[in-house]
């Protein structure tokens, strides 16, 4: 049986697609979604607590570098392959190698649930990943380009200030500060609810992922391909840097799952206003309507499957 977090994503998912009246208010969501990431945060950061070092640097160094790589190495062949745009190809390898919380989260459910030893930094992967992909795709499409599309610095400051790396950031800091016992009166609320956050979390985001898979067309039949494929290829990746590193097993696919994400949170946000050009619809199909649930109801378990081989 699938982890019960991934029930709640399929009854979503279900009921869209049945036209349900099912809905769960912005405010709602809103609020899911900030505790969500303070949870993950301040999770990680206890974690941390006592246990940071400089020994991990190089592990941070390769993490970002990932992902640097994986929008280079996808966007010529969204470009040739694929057949999209310009601005198109540059936004979904963005997006591709950015991250995805939502996914995060149900792999560090699945961890937990599976009683995978995991090193208490992987939370820290979420940020160190996302921004340098957000920079590579918008670096890509200036090259080709040829034209300017604002301010780097500009970008760097909306990335380094959004809520989910204010929340992830802060939470960790909080956490790392106090440690599991200091602030146990308040941290203990928030991640004895991790999974009933996540849980509602995922019912929303099985009725947003439907609700994305209306728009599917034949004529997307490539880019339906590549946002099925992909995930896998990538994940290989996370494996391998996993063993470069010696992680334990729950790290080790806590990395793959990343690398295996897609953002629809933050790269939809950044590359919008960065690269008008872009079709956002496009990503978000790809990202949230096919990646993301493939990687929630399959992925995770066949990754886990692969490190154990």
Known sequence: MPDIVVMFFLLGLIAALLRSDLTV??????????????????????????????????????????????????????????????????????????????TFAVALAYV?????????????????????????????????????????????????????????????????????????AVTDLYTGAFKAILALFLLEMGMVAAETLRTVSLRYWRLIAFALLAPSVLALLGIAAGKVLGLSEGSTLILASLTASASYIAAPVAIK?????ADIGLAMLSSLGLTFPFNVLLGIGFYHYLIAL
Not at 56 to 74: D, H, K, N, Y
């Open 112 to 184: 937990e649930s599976h009683q995978l030893s995991v090193g208490p930094e992987v939370t820290i992967y979420l940020v160190l990943m996302e921004l340098p992909a957000i920079i590579v795709g918008l670096l890509l499409f200036r090259r080709y380009q040829g034209g300017q599309t604002g301010s780097l610095g500009a970008l760097w400051h909306e990335a380094l200030t959004s809520r989910g790396v204010i929340l992830l950031l802060g939470g960790v800091l909080i956490g790392l500060l106090y440690g599991p016992q200091k602030g146990a």
């Open 25 to 102: 208010p912005k405010a709602a969501y809103d609020m899911l979604s900030l505790l969500l990431m303070l949870t993950i945060g301040l999770k990680g950061g206890m974690a941390l607590y006592g246990n940071l070092h400089w020994q991990m640097l190089p592990e941070f160094l390769l993490v970002i570098a990932l992902g640097a790589l994986i929008p280079l190495m996808l966007f010529p062949v969204l470009r040739r392959v694929i057949g999209l745009s310009l601005a198109d190809s540059a936004s979904l390898a963005a997006h591709y190698g950015s991250v995805s919380a939502g």
């Open 273 to 277: 206003s960065s690269i008008p050009q």
